[in-house]
C-alpha cells in the first residue's frame, strides 16, 4: 500500500491582478445535481452568463513552487500569516480551484471543511444535507445510516435536525459541517480555520475528534489556523508558508518557532486610526506591540514579555497612568492585569509623544493566544481605551522536563510543585 495520501510537486498559482472569474466549484455543480435535477447543472454547464473577465494587465502569484508530501494517518498543520496562500493551496488540493502549474496526486477520498456550510443546500434540511454531503462524498446509504445518530449527536443540533439549514446559524452549520466531515470517513480530511467559530467547549471536543480520526483511525487531515497551541498539539508536522513561496517544513514546534521569529517589533499593531474607542482623547495610543523580551524569539512560558504602547497629545503630559488587561482569547476571562498608578518607577512627566514600555518578570502563562486592553487615563478620567488592541500566543514549553503541561482549558499558569507521601503511622 502507498504510504503517501497526498504529493505536492512545484505547485503554482496565477491571477490577474483586477481580473473577476465567476464560476462553480465541483462541490456546488454536485450539490445543484442532487438537489434540483440534472437539467439545472446540464444548463448551468452550457451557460456563458456566470463567468465575467476583466482585462488585466498585471499577474500575481499567490502560490509557486510549493512540494512536499504528507503521509497516511499524518495531521500536517499548514500556517503562515494572512495572504500566505494557505486557503488557496487547500482550494486546489480540494479541487474547487486548479493550479496553474505543478501537480498533485491524491491517494484517497476527500472531505474538505474550507468554509462554513460549503455544500449545503440552503433550502433542505439538516438530516437531507447530510446525506446529500455523504452521497457527495461517494457514499452509500446504508454508510450514512450507520454513522447519522453519531453525527447528529456530535452536531448537538438534534432539535433542529429536520429545519431547513437556512435558518441555522453560523456556529450550527459550522457544528454540522464539521460533524458530517468528521464521520463519514474520507481518508482525508481538509480544515480551514473553520474551528474558530465555534465556542471554546465544541473546539475542544473538535480537536478531540480530529486528533481520534488520525491517531486510531489512521485518516490524514490537512489542517490551517492561526491557533498555533491546536497546531502544536495536534500536528506532527508542519509546513510555512509566507507570501505564496514555502518557507520551513518539518516539526511542527520547529516551523511554529520559524513562524514567530518572522515577526518583529516592526510589527506592532497601529491604533490612530482605530474608531471603536473611548475616552476624551486628549492623549491616545498610536500603537502596540507585545513581543519576548528577548529579541527574536517566540513567547514561551518563561518569557518576559515586552509590552510598548505608542502615544501622542497635543501638550507635554503629567501624572499619565496607564492599565494594560490580558485576557484569555476564547473565555475572555482575565489573566494578567498591569497599572502603572500601583508602580514606583513610572515617570510622572511625559513629552507630548513617545512610547512607553513596560517588561513583566516570567509569567508562566499554559500555551494559548491571550488578546490585550488598554487604557490611558488621568486623574481618573480615561483619555483612551481600547479593547482587544492586539494579541498574542504563548507556544508550547516542557517546562517539567516531561512534555507534560496542563493545557489552558485547566489552568491559566504554570506552576512549580512537589508530592509527598505521608504516613498514617
Same mark, same amino acid.
Given at each position: 500500500m502507498n504510504k503517501t495520501a497526498i504529493s505536492i510537486s512545484n505547485i503554482g498559482k496565477e491571477y490577474k491582478l483586477g481580473e473577476k472569474i465567476e464560476y462553480g466549484s465541483l462541490r456546488e455543480d454536485l450539490t445543484n445535481f442532487f438537489s434540483n435535477g440534472i437539467k439545472?447543472?446540464?444548463?448551468?454547464?452550457?451557460?456563458?452568463?456566470?463567468?465575467e473577465k476583466i482585462i488585466a494587465q498585471d499577474y500575481f502569484w499567490s502560490l509557486k513552487d510549493i512540494s512536499f508530501d504528507i503521509g497516511r494517518g499524518e495531521i500536517m498543520g499548514i500556517?503562515?500569516?494572512?495572504?500566505?496562500?494557505?486557503?488557496?493551496l487547500l482550494k486546489i488540493i480540494a479541487g474547487i480551484t486548479e493550479p496553474t502549474e505543478g501537480r498533485i496526486n491524491i491517494y484517497g477520498r476527500i472531505a474538505s471543511l474550507l468554509e462554513v456550510g460549503t455544500g449545503f443546500h440552503q433550502e433542505l434540511t439538516g438530516r437531507e444535507n447530510i446525506y446529500l454531503n455523504g452521497a457527495i462524498l461517494g457514499m452509500r446509504r446504508t454508510e450514512i445510516d450507520r454513522k447519522f445518530d453519531e453525527i447528529v449527536a456530535f452536531s448537538e443540533v438534534e432539535r433542529f435536525i429536520d429545519t431547513p439549514v437556512k435558518f441555522y446559524s453560523t456556529g450550527m452549520r459550522v457544528r454540522l459541517g464539521f460533524s458530517v466531515a468528521a464521520h463519514l470517513e474520507p481518508e482525508i480530511l481538509l480544515i480551514d480555520e473553520v474551528l474558530a467559530v465555534g465556542d471554546a467547549a465544541f473546539q475542544k471536543k473538535c480537536l478531540?475528534?480530529?486528533?481520534? =480520526?488520525?491517531?486510531?483511525?489512521?485518516?490524514?487531515?490537512?489542517?490551517?489556523?492561526?491557533?498555533? &497551541?491546536?497546531? %502544536? /498539539?495536534?500536528? #506532527?508536522?508542519?509546513?510555512?508558508l509566507d507570501q505564496g513561496k514555502m518557507v520551513e517544513t518539518g516539526t511542527t514546534s520547529d516551523v511554529v518557532e520559524k513562524y514567530f521569529q518572522s515577526?518583529?517589533?516592526?510589527?506592532? =499593531?497601529?491604533?490612530?486610526?482605530?474608531?471603536?474607542?473611548?475616552?476624551?482623547?486628549?492623549?491616545? &495610543?498610536?500603537? %502596540? /506591540?507585545?513581543? #519576548?523580551?528577548?529579541?527574536?524569539?517566540?513567547?514561551?512560558?518563561?518569557?518576559k514579555l515586552k509590552i510598548t504602547i505608542g502615544y501622542r497629545s497635543d501638550n507635554p503630559v503629567n501624572n499619565l497612568g496607564v492599565e494594560i488587561r490580558i485576557r484569555d482569547f476564547k473565555t475572555r476571562v482575565g489573566i494578567l492585569y498591569f497599572d502603572s498608578s500601583a508602580s514606583h518607577d513610572f515617570p510622572h512627566n511625559l513629552p507630548p509623544e513617545g512610547k512607553i514600555v513596560?517588561?513583566?518578570?516570567?509569567?508562566?502563562?499554559t500555551p494559548g493566544r491571550c488578546v490585550v486592553d488598554l487604557t490611558l487615563y488621568k486623574s481618573m478620567v480615561d483619555?483612551?481605551?481600547?479593547?482587544h488592541a492586539g494579541q498574542f500566543d504563548v507556544l508550547t514549553e516542557d517546562v517539567y522536563g516531561l512534555s507534560k503541561i496542563p493545557s489552558r482549558n485547566r489552568s491559566y499558569y504554570i506552576v512549580d510543585y512537589h508530592w509527598t507521601i505521608e504516613s498514617m503511622k
Open positions: 439545472r447543472l446540464v444548463s448551468k454547464q452550457g451557460s456563458t452568463n456566470g463567468e500556517i503562515g500569516r494572512n495572504g500566505a496562500g494557505k486557503s488557496t478531540g475528534k480530529l486528533n481520534n =480520526v488520525a491517531t486510531s483511525e489512521g485518516r490524514t487531515v490537512l489542517f490551517v489556523s492561526h491557533d498555533m &497551541a491546536a497546531i %502544536l /498539539s495536534l500536528c #506532527n508536522r508542519a509546513v510555512l515577526f518583529s517589533s516592526s510589527d506592532a =499593531v497601529p491604533l490612530d486610526k482605530r474608531t471603536d474607542r473611548e475616552g476624551d482623547g486628549s492623549v491616545i &495610543a498610536t500603537s %502596540l /506591540s507585545i513581543e #519576548n523580551a528577548d529579541k527574536g524569539k517566540p513567547i514561551r512560558p518563561s518569557s513596560c517588561v513583566t518578570q516570567s509569567n508562566y502563562l483619555t483612551d481605551d481600547i479593547e
